[in-house]
């Protein structure tokens, strides 16, 4: 323990610090400057480079590590980045814990291609996944509908709670797609308060969801409305109503520790985006190298199945390198912000 508390850890943050993204990059940085400036014996070493959300950086940036001799590597909000910096990592045989990369191939192939890829953020199906599975338990004793906006978004949500509910032994009353962005949706309403629906799950954005929770007050239907994640970029013109739900996951900000919470208040830094992600992925880097047994060699050793403590809580992989656990969940507008909500 002695040699590990001198060791000093060294870990490669890759994030788009140039183009569209870095915004977001910033974020990633000063999410894992400040878990580096606050873990103490060992104490943590920062190489960041900039991958610019590319195939080119993606690569730069895992030259650089490998030149550089990290540890382990987190970060990546790039599909394109991520997926051209792997093989350069695998070869030397240097773990990536990808903060913002959504795409379920990254993981899905890795028996194939032998990266070693652990995912501290949701795969692209956890939200269909959790909507018709939360959905489904809620609903059992409900007239619900599915309606969805012919977007590819949309039609997948939507069929993904379908599929749920008839797995269940459910039957929506209603099925249909309207028309997005329309100035009124009281033709849909209409149809859905004539099948006698008193719940609808909707796959589209928040301004279509808005304006339906309008128009079913205005003809006295008594409607429960749900959708996914989409909600989150809350309509200006037409606010939600009040009891619409939502699937999608916490807030970064309303599950952060403690400890971390104090160090990003003793250094000014705002928990927006993927500052929170970013510290916890540099946490579980560390404790994984303190760990291994080598505290001094490149992390290489499988991350699957062991729980590791961080400032989003407890951190679990399941064999593929995605969260062990769906991070969504079920949340319910009260007039001003969205609440968690109790489900069966």
Known sequence: MAGQAAAEIRIGLAAPLSGPSALLGEQMRAGAETA????????????????????????????QFVAARVQAVVGFLCGEAIEAALPILKEAG?????V????DSLTDRKVRTGWSVYRLGPRADSEREAAGRLLSRLWQ???????????????????SVRLAAEQAGLKPVFVDTFRPQADNQIGMIGRLKRAGATHVFVGGDAGDVAVMGRDAAELEADLVIAAGETLRALPGDVPLAAGTLMV?????????????????????????????PAYAAVEVARQAIMESGAPDAALSEDLS???????????????????????????????????????P
Do not use: H, M
């Open 36 to 63: 580096a400036e606050a873990l103490k014996d060992p104490a943590v070493t920062l190489e960041i480079a900039d991958d610019s959300c590319t195939g080119a950086g993606g690569a730069r940036a895992a030259r």
């Open 94 to 98: 240097i773990a990536t814990i990808a």
């Open 100 to 103: 913002g990369v959504r795409l």
């Open 141 to 159: 004793k409900d007239l619900f509908a599915i309606v969805d906006d012919g977007t590819i978004y949309g039609r997948e949500i939507s069929e």
């Open 248 to 276: 999608a996951p916490p807030e970064w900000r309303e599950t952060a520790d403690p400890v971390a919470s104090a160090a990003f208040a003793e250094r000014n830094v705002l928990v927006l985006g993927y500052v929170l």
């Open 305 to 343: 199945n062991r729980e590791f403590s961080t400032a989003l809580g407890a951190v679990k992989f399941d064999a593929k390198g995605d969260l062990a656990e769906n991070p969504y969940r079920l949340f319910r507008f009260d007039g001003t912000g969205f609440k968690p909500t109790v489900y």
